[in-house]
């Protein structure tokens, strides 16, 4: 236990009693017994927290995996550059946030949005077709390239998907905003809400009718970013951390909808004027609490044009989705009563029931 001096000169442990050797008396015996049960607890907590550090850190990818994301988009936008005219090219989504969870697989997906010249690629904002179009004439290119051969490469909804034997490369075909005529606004139609989308992008939707629709990727960036320099980091981590709870127990989240309702979370404590927990342990005990009311409620929206993301959820998905969180729930409380007892290694093992074997 650490100490603490008072106005007298005096040492003080934490709890107030005069520490051994500061002037007075001394401990008594049972003071000494008490402060070792302390010390015992303290220890487990600080071992817990520990292992949820180790586990936050863990999950990031590596930098040699960061490295290889960054060289497959220079070797794609390559390619499309032979014949169309690109004015930019970045790469978007959690990879950009520190939310991209590791070891990376062929579903672990990074985002790449190329923009393109309106005034050479006009036809696509024109046609009838032309999202479509556009999805088409980028799936073509890379899959015309003989070192895509043996690759797959398909259209889904508003990207083309290039599959790796370890990760999934998706692009996103996009225009300015404000030269794509009749672009939707995500905001449009909300009453008392009006969000300029001039300077963000149109990208293509084939969901239903086909459509270009506003999205601002680097505005959603600045704003995550922002409340994740604010609470130390914890944004991203326990974003991660939520992720592969989410994948290691097959929920049906999508990675983005789970990102979404941790940041979410963050933003609804800092209306209130309510504290965020300082440990990872707390901070996601305290998040899964809630996680089952964000399920079964619906309407997660993002943050930047208050888009709904879990449209796609069926009734029995949330259904089965909320089950497994108020089970996590369960086993969190589970193990903080077990580290409230001293049975520090029996919490752990409850912990790696939630978030898997590779908690330690």
């Known amino acids: 236990m650490g100490s603490r001096h ?39 907590a600080d071992e817990v927290e520990e292992s949820y550090e180790e586990h936050v850190d863990e999950s990031e990818i590596t930098d040699n995996q960061a490295k290889t994301i960054s060289d497959r ?16 090219s970045q790469l978007i989504g959690s990879y950009t946030r520190g939310t991209m969870t590791g070891p990376l697989k062929q ?5 790449v949005m190329i923009v393109l010249d309106a005034d050479e690629h006009r036809q696509w904002t024109q046609q009838e077709n032309g999202p479509r179009n556009a999805l088409n004439a980028i799936k073509r290119r890379i899959q015309n390239d ?65 459509s270009w629709q506003g999205t601002n990727p680097r505005k959603y960036k600045q704003m ?64 899964v609490q809630t996680l089952p009311r964000r399920i079964d409620n619906g309407g997660s929206k993002e943050p930047v044009y208050d888009e709904t993301v879990d449209s796609g959820m069926s009734r029995s998905e949330r259904r089965k989705a909320a089950e497994k969180a108020e089970k996590a729930n369960a086993k969190l409380e589970e193990a903080k009563r077990l580290k409230q007892q001293g049975r520090t290694e029996e919490a752990k093992e409850k912990l790696r029931e939630v978030h898997g074997e590779g908690f330690n």
């Open 224 to 287: 995550f970013e922002a409340r994740d320099e604010a609470h130390n980091g914890k944004v991203s981590g326990l974003t991660r951390t939520m992720k592969k709870w989410a994948e290691n127990n097959d929920t049906g989240f999508r990675s983005y909808h789970m990102e979404t309702m941790v940041y979410n979370y963050f933003e609804e404590k800092a209306r209130r004027g309510e504290p965020v927990p300082d440990s990872y342990e707390s901070l996601t005990r305290d998040f």
């Open 6 to 44: 008072n106005s007298t000169g005096n040492t003080y442990n934490q709890s107030g009693r005069e520490a051994p050797g500061a002037g007075g008396a001394g401990q008594t015996l049972m003071d000494a017994l008490s402060d070792d049960d302390n010390q015992e607890h303290q220890t487990g």
């Open 146 to 210: 003989p070192r895509f051969s043996d690759t797959e490469v398909k259209v889904d909804r508003n990207v083309v998907q290039v599959k790796y034997h370890d990760s999934t490369i998706e692009i996103a075909p996009a225009f300015r905003y404000n030269e794509v005529p009749h672009a939707d606004n995500p905001r449009d139609g909300i009453s008392g809400i009006f969000t300029d989308a001039s300077d963000g992008y149109a990208i293509p939707d084939t969901h239903g009718r086909q």
């Open 73 to 88: 988009r220079d070797v794609l936008v390559e390619i499309l550059e032979e014949d169309m005219e690109i004015e930019d």
């Open 107 to 111: 579903d672990s997906d990074a985002d």
